[in-house]
């Protein structure tokens, strides 16, 4: 088990006996005491001006989604760290190695990582976008 705490709000990271312990994520996370929730809805392969990044390349296409998962964290006061929860949706007969290599780049050594929940989808609200990634953030008060 593994704490954040501050004096209003406890995050708890548990991996319990009976349930396979990956490195990559977490099994269960329980928050507590005073914390802001923060929910990024799905987030998808487009810049600023709205232009679609990396067509047809799941790995461009999962770095510009870091990138917009990290500015709309940091827009409410979270960074990567505060995430509790990924969800990930990748299309149909796209590779998950290359996405999944810009995730271990983006995430690194830090410890705790979230919750993820990977899905296979016929496809997305554009016929380009390959993946989409939503998440869930708490940070102690």
Known sequence: ???????????????PDGLNKNPAFTNVIVVSGSVKTVYVGGQDAVDASGAIVGKGDIKAQTEQIFKNLQTALAAAGATLEHVIKWNIYVVQGQPLQPGFEVFQRVWGQRPNPPAIT????????????????????????
């Open 118 to 141: 990977g899905v296979y989808v016929a496809g997305l609200a554009n016929p380009d976008f390959l993946c989409e990634m939503d998440a869930v953030a708490v940070v102690p008060q």
């Open 1 to 15: 088990m593994s704490e954040k705490a501050s004096a209003a709000g406890l995050i708890q990271h548990l991996n």
